[in-house]
């Protein structure tokens, strides 16, 4: 698409008599059906910031001309150029629009922006995602210098910092990718983080990165599922519980251990694969259920392809494939306990604990060093140290002997659940747009 048809269409929205209390501009590489944790957040996000009155615009890839324009719930929708419009003015429009977020990109981006008459710019600031390229990093340094009267908000979902793509610079990398992202974070007017590991984390780095309190809030990422009724749970999962070469399905009597996100070290698998073994030598009427995805060449999952054909777990283990978001609560939800051991501890920000919670599921994960306050071990979930498959392993046991405490775990969850739901989350990101404005109104730093 040229950089023309590109602004007729940004700029086309006009025509449309809606009335909305806020433009905003979100930004993010990666969008739904992409999978990607970022995306399905950002997708979530825009549309329930939607239906509180504000029309966003998700700025994405090219390549996603298939990108998700539907809400995430069913309801009266109407599709009006491109964008989807609810009944009460509800709008979120896909702009698969960059091809490369490269320092080319910077120009398209700024002449969206310009022509979108956007209230607010928000970047989902996740190092990968950008290519490890520098330039979203400049963004709101130039917007603040063009454009002082259009607030950038950044939503920090890691620490990674951009690395330069010239070999020469490289053996400055490390100072490099700091200065771009402490220049991003000095030039955006708010910064979003999304768990207290983060916050402790930029706390000790405020001589490198000296934002003031005011400028930064912590708010939390919400489930990535959707949240069955209790009553069509059994219904539908019963015939989603098939292995893909549909041998193995949860029978009378089976207790189901659950698992659910992308497969990598980070999350734990091979400690979970471990424990699971151990925990079903004592009490062989576990199952575990692995909502996700095995298939791949790298060693990490061969590792994994290989643990589960040993006997102690071949009759054992259900690998569903990929599930559409609604089959995928129901089956989690079915599950009597959930195991999710992540390697760097419990956070807020795993979208796939979220939705355990909110969906009344009895947890177990790992410690953290910086544990999430709103969380208690022991009444909300229980918690192991990281990389402990006998700890684990003996967690698993006593849930499963215990269905008094596994009821009291999942109603506490479903309880501490409310604080990340996503009305109250797009409430809070609302209220942080109306300060950013307000405070780029007066035209201070």
């Known amino acids: 698409m040229c950089l023309g048809a590109c602004l007729s269409l940004v700029a086309s929205y006009n025509c449309y008599k809606l009335e909305y209390t806020m433009r905003v501009c979100m930004i993010v590489p990666r969008y739904p059906p992409d999978r990607c944790g970022v995306g399905d957040y950002t997708y979530l996000l825009a549309w329930h910031l939607a239906r509180r009155g504000v029309s966003v615009d998700i700025l994405t890839s090219r390549g996603l001309s298939d990108a998700v324009t539907l809400p995430p719930t069913d309801g009266d929708v109407i599709v009006a150029g491109g964008a989807v419009v609810g009944a009460a003015g509800v709008r979120v429009r896909v702009l698969p629009l960059i091809d490369d977020w490269g320092w080319r990109s910077l120009a398209r981006i700024y002449a969206v922006v310009r022509t979108g008459r956007y209230d607010v710019v928000h970047i989902q600031y996740q190092n990968e995602m950008y290519g490890r390229s520098a330039s979203i990093a400049v963004l709101p340094l130039v917007l603040r210098a063009v454009r002082p009267d259009l607030p950038t908000v950044v939503t920090v979902h890691d620490y990674g910092t951009p ?45 490198r990165y000296p934002i003031p309190a005011s400028r930064y809030a912590t708010i939390p990422v919400g489930s990535n599922l959707p949240i069955p009724a ?94 559409g978001d609604r089959q995928a609560a129901d089956v989690l939800a079915r599950c009597d306990i959930v195991a ?12 796939t604990l979220m939705a355990a919670l909110a969906l009344g599921c009895p947890v177990i994960s790992t410690r953290a060093v910086v544990p999430p306050a709103m969380l208690e071990d022991g009444r909300d979930l229980m918690l192991v140290p990281p990389q402990d498959a006998q700890a684990l392993a003996q967690s698993i046991v006593e849930l499963a002997d215990d269905p008094d405490r596994r009821a009291r775990l999942g109603a506490h969850a479903r309880e501490v659940a409310r604080a990340f739901a996503w009305p109250t989350i797009a409430e809070r990101t609302v209220q942080l747009y109306q300060q950013a404005v307000a405070q780029s109104g007066r035209g201070s730093a």
Not at 259 to 279: M, R, S
Not at 284 to 307: D, E, F, W
Request: charged content about 20%; glycine content about 8%.
């Open 163 to 207: 690395w330069p793509r010239h070999t020469r610079v490289r053996l400055l990398a490390g100072p490099y990718g700091k200065a771009w992202f402490a220049a991003m974070l000095l030039n955006a007017r708010r910064v979003i983080l999304t768990n207290e590991q983060d916050e402790f984390r930029f706390l000790h780095q405020r001589l």
């Open 230 to 323: 209790p009553t069509m749970v059994r219904a539908t999962a019963e015939a989603s519980l098939l292995a893909p070469q549909g041998s193995l399905l949860a029978s009378a009597g089976t207790m189901t251990v659950g698992y659910f996100g992308f497969v990598n070290p980070a999350k734990g698998v091979d400690t979970l694969l471990e424990g699971f073994a151990i925990a079903r030598r004592r009490r062989p009427h576990l199952q575990l259920v692995m909502i996700c995805q095995l298939h791949g060449t790298n060693k990490y999952l061969s590792i994994l392809a290989n643990r589960i054909e040993q006997p102690d777990l071949a009759d054992s283990v259900v690998i569903t494939g990929e599930l």
């Open 340 to 351: 999710l051991p992540f390697r760097d501890g419990v956070s807020l920000r795993r979208t």
